[in-house]
């Protein structure tokens, strides 16, 4: 009985110990190998790459062509957007550039600035770096404009001479600016130059002043001669010119200096004189006729009616103080394998910004190349506080993109930013393609030759404007405040 006990107590105490070693095994198990439990799904963050780049001037001038922070990424979200669609496989002309006139007077102010100040300035103007606003087309006078000190031409003689072989031409008098044509073309090679006359030498016209009359018949030839003379000299300097047009504005005889031409007189002249003369010394350089405003887009189709002065004609130039700039594309449609041009358009001392800006973006740089211009140019480049230099009886209210302001020291004006927001992003070679346009959001698109896309748009309404940027088959959201211009860029 006594065995049979212990027996069972060892039995019973085995079987616990098992019992508890298969308890502890399970606990382990649990630890060390848990039952499979899918963690849940968590969707990565969406990032926006930024596609467009922004820069940014309002009207307030509380910005002034700034980039702008923040993401522009090209989508498909829906929304209810007033949509600008960019379409680059619509083009149409080509671009040579953006810029102003580099006056006589422009020159004497700029060099009042200190040598470290006025390279500073001419490398942001001319240049193409990150700082610079990179201008690629600017206007210079034959002789003396109306913002020039005094003025002169290259072939001044005494009351009652006459210099029928040039024997007396020289450039002297224009040293100044030349110098400084110099190391603009070393800043920019590729620069293009408009020339233009304001007057002839007054031997050779009706009136003995550099204020009106016309250049009489006789003279033709010999003024043709000083023409080709003044790019022939140019060129030994340095300079090449692009293009002339025979006369700053033909039928404004009030300024000083100017002359007369009527429609007749400069068919006549480019079809006898002026055109031969270049044919004869071999010069590439475009004759660009009018150069005047747009109430009389008839002045340039009687000049390329005459079959004759056809030949010799690259196109017309237009300014806009008086008409429309819709006249650019009369002239376009009439004669479609001529040229159009935008050659000078002032702001005045007594604009205001605001205003002025939105007038001529959308005017001088939307409105002139959405109607076929191949540039836009602003008028003076510099003046000093009093707006001058100017001539006696020349531009008194002229404000130039730069003020000169000491010799340490200079102010962007208006025009600046006006040229600013296309020729930092609208390199010459550039070609305008379609974008639509209407309302306030008035608009015109680029494509660089590096490929880069370019939208320039002004809100010319009293709210802010919410628009999509359509290209591709997708959209950028974005707005602008009233009054203000937005260059949009991307690849």
């Known amino acids: ?195 233009t006359p304001w007057s002839a030498p007054v031997w050779m016209k009706d009136v003995a002043s550099f204020k009106g009359g016309k250049l009489k018949t006789e003279y033709y030839d010999v003024y043709a001669k000083y023409l080709v003379k003044y790019i022939q000299e140019m060129k030994a300097q340095g300079i090449t010119i692009d293009a002339l047009t025979p006369q700053n504005e033909p039928l404004h005889d009030g300024n000083n200096p100017s002359m007369y031409m009527s429609a007749a007189d400069q068919a006549n002249f480019i079809k006898k004189s002026l055109g031969p003369a270049f044919k004869a010394a071999n010069l590439n350089v475009k004759i660009i006729a009018y150069d005047h405003n747009c109430d009389n887009p008839n002045y340039p189709k009687a000049i390329l009616a005459d079959t004759e002065a056809f030949p010799f004609v690259d196109g017309s130039a237009f300014h806009l103080y008086a008409g429309d700039i819709s006249a650019l594309t009369n002239v376009y449609n009439s004669y479609p394998t001529k040229n159009v041009y935008f050659t000078e358009q002032w702001t005045s001392s007594e604009g205001q910004f605001g205003g002025d800006l939105k007038w001529h973006v959308r005017n001088v740089i939307i409105g002139s190349t959405r109607n076929y211009s191949k540039n836009a140019l602003e008028w003076n480049v510099a003046n000093n506080a009093n707006f001058g230099p100017h001539t006696d009886g020349g531009c008194t209210m002229c404000k130039g993109a730069i003020t000169i302001t000491s010799s340490d020291s200079y102010q962007r004006n208006v025009a600046y930013y006006i040229i600013a927001h296309a020729s930092k992003f609208v390199p010459m070679g550039s070609v305008r393609i379609q974008s639509n346009s209407g309302g306030d959001l008035q608009n015109v698109a ?15 309404g009293s709210t802010t404007q919410n628009f999509n940027i359509k290209f591709d088959g997708k959209w950028v959201a974005t707005s602008l405040e009233a009054g203000s211009v937005g260059t949009y860029t991307w690849k």
């Open 446 to 460: 680029f494509i660089t030759p590096s490929g880069s896309k370019v939208l320039i748009v002004e809100n010319d």
């Open 1 to 195: 009985m006594k065995l049979t006990l212990n027996n069972t107590i060892k039995a019973f105490f085995f079987m616990a110990a098992v019992m508890a070693q298969v308890k502890c095994s399970s606990s382990n198990d649990a630890v060390e190998n848990p039952p499979v439990v899918n963690p849940p799904v968590v969707n990565p963050p969406v990032t926006v790459t930024n596609d467009v780049d922004f820069w940014l001037t309002k009207g307030d001038q509380s910005v002034l062509l700034t980039k702008q922070g923040g993401t522009l990424g090209f989508g498909t979200t829906a929304n209810s957007n007033t949509n600008i669609e960019v379409n680059p496989a619509q083009k149409f002309q080509t671009i040579d550039g953006f810029g102003y006139t580099l006056t006589g007077g422009s020159v004497e102010v700029i060099n009042q600035l200190n040598a470290t100040r006025r390279t500073a300035l001419l490398q942001e103007l001319f240049g193409t770096g990150e700082n610079s606003i990179g201008v690629s087309y600017i206007r210079i006078s034959v002789g003396a404009s109306d913002l020039d000190a005094a003025p002169f031409t290259y072939n001044d003689l005494a009351a009652g001479e006459t210099d029928l072989n040039l024997a007396k031409f020289s450039l002297e008098k224009n040293k100044d600016v030349i110098a400084m044509l110099k190391e603009i073309v070393a800043i920019n090679p590729k620069i293009l130059i408009l020339a």
